[in-house]
């Protein structure tokens, strides 16, 4: 069982999948997305917005696959996936590939997890630097932003009081430091 339990460990830790392991950072993260994919705004995601949202991320999935998934976790008399529920599937299906490597467990006093922690965010910091300069500029974060469907992304000039607010040393640019002192300050609002 032990050794069940390090392959899973070992698996979720050489995927190369954008996971965090901050439960924090995992909450907004997937709050984010649960409103991307919630294309109406009703505060449900229906098997179709699922789908869609899949779509455009270039993961087709089988439509009456992904309905017998799903169904299973909208509660009865909703239209679709609360958050609730959503995260409910996010879970669940976190389990069954990775092992439960994006919850909550680990103690961030850890050094391995704290290395692992740095590891993640230079991973996030490398989605962002298309270029590999080593830092992100206000196109590359236009054009990441796009990507993700978010409303930032459409004008430049949000894009740019973007990168202001977390260029500490004004360059212009957002180095590594910045990025992690910026996901490090993110503040999730309680509920």
């Not at 389990?95 to 704290?114: I, L, Q, R, T, V």
């Not at 040393?169 to 993110?186: H, I, L």
């Amino acid at each position: 069982m032990e050794s069940n339990n390090n392959e899973k460990k070992k698996v979720a830790r050489q995927s190369s999948s954008f996971r965090l392991r901050s439960p924090s950072l995992n909450a907004l993260r997937l709050q984010r997305i649960f409103d991307l994919f919630d294309k109406n705004g009703d505060g449900f995601i229906t098997v179709e917005e699922l789908s869609q949202a899949l779509t455009r991320l270039g993961l087709n999935a089988d439509l009456s696959d992904l309905k017998s998934t799903v169904e299973s976790y909208i509660q009865p008399g909703n239209t679709g996936l609360n958050f609730d529920d959503f995260s409910s599937l996010h879970k669940t299906l976190d389990d069954s590939f990775f092992g439960g490597a994006c919850g909550g467990g680990e103690n961030e006093d850890d050094p391995s997890s704290a290395a692992e922690n740095e590891s993640d965010l230079a991973e996030a910091f490398k989605v962002f630097d298309e270029n590999g300069d080593g830092f992100i500029s206000a196109r590359e974060l236009q054009t990441v932003l796009k990507k993700l469907g978010l409303p930032e992304g459409g004008e430049m000039e949000r894009v740019e009081k973007m990168i202001v607010s977390v260029d500490r040393n004004q360059d212009g640019r957002v180095d590594f430091f910045e990025f992690k002192n910026m996901m490090r300050t993110v503040v999730i609002p309680s509920s």
